[in-house]
């Protein structure tokens, strides 16, 4: 349900899957002209990414990435990485 509202709102992105030959993975990656970002869905209000998500992020070189969560307030988990909720993604990615 996040990913098809992502795509159906941010029609100019193109999106895909992400997963290498050792297993690490992304929900979907986000491009548009030069900027590629990810995205990662999770159901918890207190969400936890492996290290296969940091393995990818530096496999396809992501600068920002997002963790959408059913979260109240946005927060960063780490360098360029942020938990946010579906509609503020939206809101802040329509504008780009």
Same mark, same amino acid.
């Given at each position: 349900? #996040?990913? /098809?509202?992502?795509?159906?709102?941010?029609?100019?992105?193109?999106?895909?899957?992400?997963?290498? #030959?050792?297993? =690490?993975?992304?929900?979907? #990656?986000?491009?548009?002209a030069r !900027?590629? %970002?990810?995205?990662?869905? $999770?159901? &918890? !209000?207190?969400?936890?990414?492996?290290?296969?998500?940091?393995?990818?992020?530096?496999?396809?070189?992501?600068?920002e990435a997002? %963790?959408? =969560?059913?979260? $109240? /307030?946005?927060?960063?988990?780490?360098?360029? #990485? $942020?938990? !946010? &909720?579906?509609?503020e993604f939206?809101?802040?990615?329509?504008? &780009?």
């Amino acid at each position: 349900m #996040v990913i /098809e509202n992502i795509l159906g709102e941010l029609r100019d992105w193109r999106g895909y899957f992400y997963r290498s #030959v050792a297993g =690490a993975e992304i929900d979907l #990656v986000l491009e548009k002209a030069r !900027t590629r %970002i990810a995205v990662e869905c $999770k159901l &918890s !209000t207190v969400p936890e990414v492996g290290k296969g998500f940091w393995n990818a992020l530096k496999d396809i070189e992501i600068k920002e990435a997002f %963790i959408i =969560a059913p979260v $109240k /307030e946005s927060y960063p988990i780490g360098k360029g #990485v $942020k938990v !946010t &909720s579906l509609s503020e993604f939206i809101r802040d990615f329509r504008k &780009s």
